[in-house]
């Protein structure tokens, strides 16, 4: 079971930036992913996630109507796309699946697969 997210970099304020995160070795269509994000000296969040059968999306207060979070199934990729970004949006950005089940929420503990993280910078 891996997920390989990717995608971050540096972005003006403003800008827009899309991550990925494909996964693979999963044994079940119905899934949970979470993109979370933790930026330096702070606790880690959740920002959006989805439900793999049916693509109910949840959002994060701080980043409705900027981020829209997908998926493709035939590539069994998930796309976080980001809008408007801000300087405090700046962290590493990390994707986390269920196997299995597909309730929707930002308990970490309830995501027991974790990618390894991308960096996100917005600055002038």
């Known amino acids: 079971v891996q997920l390989q997210a990717s995608g971050g970099g540096l972005v003006q304020p403003g800008g827009s930036l899309t991550l990925s995160c494909e996964r693979s070795?999963?044994?079940?269509?119905?899934?949970?992913l979470g993109w979370f994000r933790q930026a330096p000296g702070k606790e880690r969040k959740g920002v959006a996630a989805?439900?793999?059968?049916?693509?109910?999306?949840y959002y994060g207060d701080s980043v409705k109507g900027r981020f829209t979070i997908s998926r493709d199934k035939r590539k069994k990729t998930v796309y976080l796309q980001m809008n408007d970004l801000k300087p405090e949006d700046t962290a590493v950005y990390y994707c986390?699946?269920?196997?299995?089940?597909?309730?929707?929420?930002?308990?970490?503990?309830?995501?027991?697969?974790w990618g390894q993280g991308t960096l996100v910078t917005v600055s002038s």
């Open positions: 986390a699946a269920t196997d299995g089940y597909s309730g929707l929420g930002f308990t970490p503990a309830v995501y027991p697969y």
């Open positions: 070795g999963f044994r079940f269509d119905d899934y949970a």
């Open positions: 989805i439900r793999g059968s049916d693509g109910t999306a």
